[in-house]
């Protein structure tokens, strides 16, 4: 299953697996060093930050700043911490990433067990929708936002994450169903079955893997977006990565940056615990992502 | 031939097509329906009406009156546009042929038997699952030239060690190539692990048997092999190059001054902050261009080969 | 009168037709084989009858219904596929009940249903386990298994064994024959081996190209093949095809390099043929044997002696193929014949057995 050659010569191999350890090593620590840092100055008190070492442990280590973090921190005016956009944030995600799971599913299956003329081009134009800059369609969608009343609301930003992931849980289910065989659903046919029957008894409970993939990346790519945060909702109504960027570029006061990094652990714990939780699932779907067709 | 018996023909009745019949046989494009008109209006339609508003003169509300390429012209005579695509031109190149030149080495590293695999993969990709604005922070962070990396070299002892970039206007776009570079990276490695690994063993074992070394049959045997994965790590990472907004607002906010402006920065700014709403239009017009010229070629090429 | 009746049925995909209007009926109880190379539409046709697949024109007929524009499930067909296409998130139980379920047969009557079916094909220790616990002959059965329990008007059988190995096929082969003797059902079944056919069916269609070429039962195809198509298909090893020509008093074969030999015209030939006519001589390889094997009863026989180039022992029989003038042939002689590549070897051939075939045509001469 591996594709790594065996080296032959002996003498040399115990150099090479030297140095290959060695390049990781220092790698991996390279990878690491953001995240440590992070974590360690979210623990340390201001004073320690000021006249030690970034890359010192922290002396005295203490959740202060976790807790201004969650509940105090000043964000534009009003100084409540990010525990409101947290829950923005959630909100949002919860409801975009169910929807546009089950639509992508039902889009996966029409798409390839009942194929029509032209499902290739419907399909082609749902997944060049997976790429356009998002920049190409804010002002319409700002305009339409508030003619619906919806802007700086959650519902809004629920809606816009739902049409934009389509695109791309159309892609996973199509393809994850497209090695589905069509001897089920004609066998289920012949049974009795009819399109939401086959679609709810046949299809779905052997989806698992693929829609554990899609949960994954949409909550992943929900939870972490930004510029449809910034665009569509501001000050209370933000969801958590505008609160995080309000709070760390704001230029008011002592800038406080074990807060600023602890608000940021906050905004990477729910990504890094799916993470770490379905990192193997994680990695296919961005994978799938990334590998089109 | 001559064995097929006359047919009787038997006037049997035939059921006629039902309603319900007719409505089971169209419910497939039923649902997708909704779907469908969803992506023809908020992503086609809206690329319409963005393209219309580049040619009108609307200010800080979109107006519909005619303006001809007047903001195409103007786009194109603003220095800041100039910066824009030149740091897009910067980080681009790096971006990419960095990511894929550390992934593609990490992937082979990875592919030598190693013990502890199962540890160094989650290590290496756990930056992909940050929000951009999480990596900002942190780099910005860790290289804040007062109290981060350069204050520690100088704890450390190397007084003279100068590392100003993120304040430095001629370098500030590195360090969101760098931070940049250490978000993607890890992903582009598990891609060509997952190449690495899909390579058929039978072939190595040949070539080891023909008496090739160890760096030849990577070299003219693995790496070629390996260019559908080249491909695929170019197009996610240069449309998610022109994508880049994110990582730069939360790094550098586009600065110092605008030394870090991208289209995507350019874009909003005319279009939120200096009511140019034409202008920045004009900007989106070009960034789509810019996918488009990179996208629409693979997608085709990939569907057009699923049919063979 | 007939219960399936397949009439006039045309499919074209794309601008490419597939079927050319085929026309073919089954009684009741009957068990139709579809056979015929990859590519000659017998799947195809299946589908259709099936309902899977809508015909361009045409019409199929069950029990008098015309059928043609009726959804799959409402035929009142069970159809066995060729990977068996169980339902890998359902138990063998689940599989089974399925249909009946979607046809609101309540809890009871399933469990009693499925009960049956079980017993009857020796599956009632895997109704609980999953289709993936299942070994290849035990899906199969499953398979089966979920076609018998809705007790269909029609089965479909689509190459469904395929996928076994070469022994587990010829057992399995004669369960669905034991079955079809059982209970009497009609059965459509497609099959690209010939063998297959010959053993299940009361009747064999050959397709070729979308074209019916033969029908009949597995003895009129394989002793009196409609055209050198069907002759070639049918039967391995397969028929020997000697150009003749005919000349006073019968056929003139391996004529290419000299005298060649005469033979009298086979008694399957009623018309006269006009002296000088290129012919076939179609003799299966049973038909040729050594002289010890020969069937002394025939009324017509020729003795031929050949170059042996090869001998096939099969442990039954040994196949010789001799040379004669650029011709090769194939004959079957007892399995202790004792004979040499490069020997010369006296065949017998019987000519009671032989068929004869207009080369331009194709078809068969009567």
Not at chain 3, 234 to 253: D, E, F, T, W, Y
């Amino acid at each position: 299953m591996s594709a790594a050659p065996e080296t032959i010569s002996a003498g040399s191999a115990r150099f090479t697996r030297f140095f290959i350890y060695g390049a990781l090593i220092i790698l991996a620590i390279v990878y690491l060093l953001p995240l440590y840092v992070m974590l360690s100055t979210s623990l340390k008190s201001l004073d320690e930050i000021r006249g030690g070492d970034m890359l010192a442990l922290p002396t005295d280590p203490s959740i202060a700043a976790w807790m201004k973090a969650w509940g105090e921190a000043c964000i534009g005016v009003s100084c409540v911490g990010i525990k409101g956009y947290f829950w923005n944030s959630i909100k949002m995600v919860v409801p975009a990433v169910v929807i546009s799971t089950l639509l992508g599913a039902l889009n996966g299956y029409v798409l390839t067990k009942w194929r029509f003329p032209g499902h290739k081009l419907v399909f082609g134009m749902m997944l060049f929708a997976c790429f356009i800059p998002f920049q190409a369609v804010l002002i319409p969608m700002a305009r339409l936002l508030g003619l619906m009343g919806l802007s700086n609301s959650t519902t809004g930003l629920v809606m816009v994450h739902v049409v934009y992931g389509l695109g791309f849980t159309t892609l996973f289910f199509r393809n994850y169903y497209e090695a589905f065989p069509d001897e089920l659903v004609k066998a289920a046919m012949i049974d009795g079955a009819g399109f939401f029957k086959i679609f709810w008894r046949i299809l779905l409970p052997s989806s698992g893997p693929i829609i554990v993939v899609t949960v994954i990346y949409q909550f992943t790519n929900i939870w972490n977006d930004f510029l449809f945060g910034v665009s569509f909702s501001s000050g209370e109504a933000s969801p958590m990565t505008v609160a995080l960027n309000n709070l760390v570029s704001s230029s008011t006061g002592v800038k406080e940056y074990n807060v600023d990094m602890a608000a940021a652990v906050f905004a990477a714990l729910p990504t890094l615990f799916v993470y770490v939780v379905a990192g193997r699932y994680f990695v296919r779907g961005l994978m799938a992502g990334a590998v089109k067709g | 031939m001559t064995t097929i018996e006359p047919m009787p023909v038997i006037a049997a009745e035939r059921p006629r097509k039902s309603f319900a019949d007719r409505l089971r046989s169209g419910l497939p494009k039923l649902v997708l329906a909704p779907s469908f008109a969803v992506i023809l209006i908020f992503v086609y339609g809206f690329i319409l009406w963005t393209i219309t508003l580049s040619f009108t003169t609307s200010r800080i509300l979109p107006v519909y009156k005619w303006g001809g390429f007047d903001a195409y012209f103007r786009l194109w005579s603003q220095p800041n546009w100039y910066v824009a695509m030149q740091n897009l031109a910067i980080f681009g190149v790096l971006y990419i042929a960095l990511c894929t030149a550390i992934g593609l080495f990490i992937a082979i590293l990875m592919d030598q038997r190693i013990r502890a695999e199962g540890v160094l993969r989650p290590i290496f990709l756990y930056p992909m699952a940050l929000s951009f604005v999480v990596t900002g922070t942190a780099w910005k962070w860790f290289l804040n030239p007062g109290l981060g990396l350069e204050h520690t070299m100088r704890n450390l002892g190397w007084e003279s060690f100068t590392f100003d970039w993120l304040v430095n206007p001629k370098m500030a776009i590195y360090t969101v190539v760098i931070a940049g570079v250490w978000q993607a990276s890890g992903f582009i490695m598990a891609m060509f692990l997952a190449g690495l690994r899909g390579i058929d063993g039978e072939i190595i074992k040949a070539a080891q048997i023909d008496g090739a070394s160890t760096v030849s049959i990577y070299r003219r045997i693995i790496i070629p092999l390996l260019r559908p994965v080249f491909l695929s790590a170019f197009i996610v990472l240069a449309h998610m190059a022109i994508k880049s907004y994110d990582l730069v607002i939360a790094l550098t906010g586009g600065g110092p001054g605008n030394a870090t402006e991208l289209p995507s920065t350019f874009m909003y700014s005319y279009t939120f902050n200096r009511n140019q709403m034409n202008v920045g239009s004009a900007s989106a017009v070009m960034m789509l261009m810019g996918i488009t010229a990179i996208i629409v070629p693979y997608l085709y090429s990939e569907l057009r080969e699923k049919k063979q | 009168m007939s219960f399936l009746e397949i009439r006039n049925i045309r499919k074209k995909i794309g601008s490419v037709e597939i079927l050319k209007g085929i026309d073919i009926s089954l009684e009741k109880g009957g068990f139709l084989v579809l056979v015929g190379p990859s590519g000659c539409g017998k799947s195809t046709l299946l589908n259709a009858i099936a309902g899977l697949l809508p015909p361009s024109s045409g019409d199929i007929v069950i029990d008098g219904q015309v059928v043609t524009d009726l959804h799959p499930s409402k035929r009142d067909i069970a159809m066995v596929f060729q990977s068996y296409a169980l339902y890998p998130n359902m138990t063998v139980e689940e599989n089974i009940a399925f249909a009946l379920e979607m046809r609101g047969v309540d809890k009871a009557g399933r469990a009693k249903a499925v009960a049956q079916v079980a017993k009857t094909l020796q599956i009632e220790h895997l109704l609980k386990r999953r289709p993936s616990q299942l070994s290849g002959g035990q899906r199969q059965r499953v398979a089966m298994g979920r076609a018998l329990v809705r007790q269909p008007r029609v089965f479909l059988f689509d190459e469904p064994l395929s996928n076994l190995d070469a022994k587990l096929r010829v057992e399995v082969r004669a369960e669905i024959k034991a079955l079809h003797q059982n209970t009497h059902a009609t059965i459509v079944y497609v099959t690209h081996d010939q063998i297959e056919a010959m053993t299940l069916a009361t009747k064999i269609v050959v397709l070729k190209e979308g074209i019916v070429q033969q029908v009949g039962t597995p003895a009129e195809i394989y002793n009196r093949p409609a055209n050198l198509f069907v002759a070639d298909f049918m039967g391995s090893p397969a028929m020997n095809m000697l150009k003749g020509r005919v000349v006073a008093g019968g056929i003139q074969l391996f004529g290419a390099g000299g005298q060649g030999v005469t033979v009298k015209i086979p008694p399957s030939v009623t018309t006269s043929i006009p002296e000088g006519s290129q012919v076939v001589l179609g003799l299966r390889p049973e038909a040729i044997s050594d002289q010890g094997s020969a069937d002394a009863a025939a009324a017509a026989s020729a003795h031929i002696d050949a170059q042996v180039m090869i001998v096939e022992p099969t442990g039954s029989d040994t196949f010789v193929t001799g040379k004669l003038d650029g011709t090769t042939f194939t004959g079957r002689a007892r399995a202790e014949t004792v004979v040499e590549p490069g020997q010369t070897f006296r065949f017998v051939f019987n000519l009671d057995k032989a068929v004869v075939f207009d080369p331009e045509s194709g078809s068969r001469i009567d």
